[in-house]
């Protein structure tokens, strides 16, 4: 069982900043793919960046790359996402997300096993 913990959202002018991070509990979390994925109002939620859990290979969504790096310290079970040059789309509800030795297929939600309860982002124009 893992237990995933965001933080760092918060709002923010258009060509601004945000960290966030993704704390987990439990033991194992080298062996744990790590994404984030948000859901803005009145759309369905969508992938925005991804790590694998072993080789360190990362993979972004088209909207945010370029802007946004994901980044993982297993010494600290912490996932990070560092939003750079936010837009108002960005503007979402951001979830961080946990799967099991996962190495393909890690832009879709149903790999991952666990779920933050997410945190939220707003940029203003």
């Known amino acids: 069982q893992v237990h995933l913990v965001e933080s760092g959202g918060g709002l923010v002018q258009a060509g601004g900043s945000l960290r966030l991070s993704c704390a987990a509990s439990?033991?194992?979390?080298?062996?744990?793919?790590l994404g984030w994925f948000r859901q803005a109002p009145g759309k369905e939620r969508e992938f925005v960046a991804a790590?694998?859990?072993?080789?360190?290979?990362?993979y972004y969504a088209d909207s945010v790359k370029g802007r946004f790096t994901i980044f993982r310290d297993n010494a600290k079970n912490t996932v990070y996402l560092q939003m750079n040059s936010l837009k108002p789309e960005d503007t979402a509800v951001y979830y961080c997300?946990?799967?099991?030795?996962?190495?393909?297929?890690?832009?879709?939600?149903?790999?991952?096993?666990?779920w933050g309860q997410g945190t939220q982002v707003t940029v203003s124009s």
């Open positions: 790590v694998r859990w072993t080789g360190g290979s990362t």
């Open positions: 439990g033991r194992t979390f080298s062996s744990y793919a």
């Open positions: 997300a946990a799967g099991w030795r996962v190495s393909v297929g890690l832009t879709l939600q149903g790999k991952y096993d666990y």
